[in-house]
């Protein structure tokens, strides 16, 4: 019986070690997504133990991704009120996590959640979540992977996500 424990206790000591060992933030880290022809950046840095991510949609924010996937005409109503909220933070804005609140698998793929709440043009926001993921899509033309970077917020209350792709060659890390 001590023998399985200790070795249970091993085994979650060499778990927890490497799962502090693949949270990957380093002394700096900054994440650079900007598309070809620019519509919408994404700019994340650390700065001291925060996380701050600057989003700026360079045609304004009716041109923002605002969903992705199935839309029915069910949706548009929920579409309207999306758009409607994120036209009251206007088309650049920032976010803040604690960098403890943040956890990197590798060089691409980190994900933060529980933001500092600001106000932005007078409206109350939380950034509850941003994370990035790899999307790879498969045919007879070849394989493709894009990185998306994807956001959870709460704009005077109310919950929305959005999230935007990227080709691979449009966001650097550092």
Not at 5 to 34: D, I, P
Not at 53 to 67: E, Q, R, T
Not at 87 to 105: L, P, V
Request: charged share 25%; glycine share 6%; proline share 3%.
């Amino acid at each position: 019986m001590i023998r399985k424990t200790l070795f249970s206790l091993t085994l979650g000591l060499v778990f927890a070690s490497t799962a502090f060992a693949n949270n990957k933030f380093q002394e700096s880290f900054r994440m650079v997504c900007v598309t070809e022809f620019p519509t919408t950046s994404i700019i994340a840095e650390k700065s001291g133990t925060e996380l701050v991510v600057n989003v700026i949609h360079h045609h304004g924010m009716k041109f923002m991704p605002l969903h992705s996937g199935i839309i029915t005409p069910n949706d548009l109503n929920t579409l309207a009120k999306k758009a409607n909220d994120f036209g009251k933070i206007g088309d650049r804005y920032e976010f803040r996590w604690d960098m403890s609140k943040c956890e990197r698998t590798d060089t691409e793929i980190f994900s933060c959640h529980g933001g500092k709440d600001t106000v932005i043009e007078g409206t109350p926001v939380n950034p509850f979540s941003i994370y990035t993921q790899r999307v790879t899509s498969e045919s007879d033309a070849g394989k493709f992977e894009k990185l998306h970077v994807g956001f959870l917020i709460s704009i005077d209350k109310d919950s929305h996500s959005f999230s935007m792709g990227y080709e691979k060659y449009e966001c650097a890390f550092e």
